[in-house]
T-cell receptor, first 115, second 111 residues
Framework: GAGVSQSPSNKVTEKGKDVELRCDPI?????LYWYRQSLGQGLEFLIY????????KSGLPSDRFSAERTGGSVSTLTIQRTQQEDSAVYLC???FGVGGTYEQYFGPGTRLTVT | KQEVTQIPAALSVPEGENLVLNCSFT??????LQWFRQDPGKGLTSLLL?????REQTSGRLNASLDKSSGRSTLYIAASQPGDSATYLC??????????FGPGTRLSVLP
């Protein structure tokens, strides 16, 4: 079946604008994760969903970041009033369930550039 | 908080060599450990998932071992090929919820 998809693949935006990043997980996967990878840095956990609920939002860098998931499927990560330090690749992953027993499958990422 | 390190940070080898990548984690109470590869500008591809009850897992030329008590995992790549060039990352669960990734080992296999 289809893997995890993300859109757009690339996004260039001006500082101060809002952006929305979309993730379509693998069908049937109840868990969904968002990560950020800055240039030359490791993966930074942002938020995860179990169904439509986000039990752990501790990784979100600031209150400009928010995420939602609807219908237990598609998720949207929104960044308001973007800053240059938000430039990074945003990766989404899904798994059959939450927790360390399940394998994660990653999408190709969205490369965000804030000018 | 779980912390993950990987050694070496970068590795360059001639084609055909066998090589070992290392991953260390601080909290040994993990359910599993997952190895990924990441090609430049791409997402992550899962290579191997080792459950905590397993000591090793094999897929083709790849073999991953897990020693929970010492907080270590190794990824062994046999007969390396130029197509193996990528960044290799290991990841472990952070108290059973999200995952913590190591910084990666950047591998170059020279033809």
């Amino acid at each position: 079946g289809a893997g995890v998809s993300q859109s757009p693949s690339n996004k260039v935006t001006e500082k101060g604008k809002d952006v929305e990043l979309r993730c379509d997980p693998i069908s049937g996967h109840t868990a969904l994760y968002w990560y950020r990878q800055s240039l030359g840095q490791g993966l930074e956990f942002l938020i995860y969903f179990q169904g439509n609920s986000a039990p752990d939002k501790s990784g979100l860098p600031s209150d400009r970041f928010s995420a939602e998931r609807t219908g237990g499927s598609v998720s949207t990560l929104t960044i308001q009033r973007t800053q240059q330090e938000d430039s990074a690749v945003y990766l989404c992953a899904s798994s059959f369930g939450v927790g360390g027993t399940y394998e994660q499958y990653f999408g190709p990422g969205t490369r965000l550039t804030v000018t | 908080k779980q912390e993950v390190t990987q050694i070496p940070a970068a590795l360059s080898v001639p084609e055909g060599e066998n090589l070992v990548l290392n991953c260390s984690f601080t909290d040994s109470a993990i359910y599993n450990l997952q190895w990924f590869r990441q090609d430049p500008g791409k997402g992550l591809t899962s290579l191997l998932l080792i459950q905590s009850s397993q000591r090793e897992q094999t897929s083709g030329r790849l073999n991953a071992s897990l020693d929970k008590s010492s907080g270590r995992s190794t990824l062994y790549i046999a007969a390396s090929q130029p197509g193996d060039s990528a960044t290799y990352l290991c990841a472990v669960p952070n108290y059973g919820q999200n995952f913590v990734f190591g910084p990666g080992t950047r591998l170059s296999v020279l033809p």
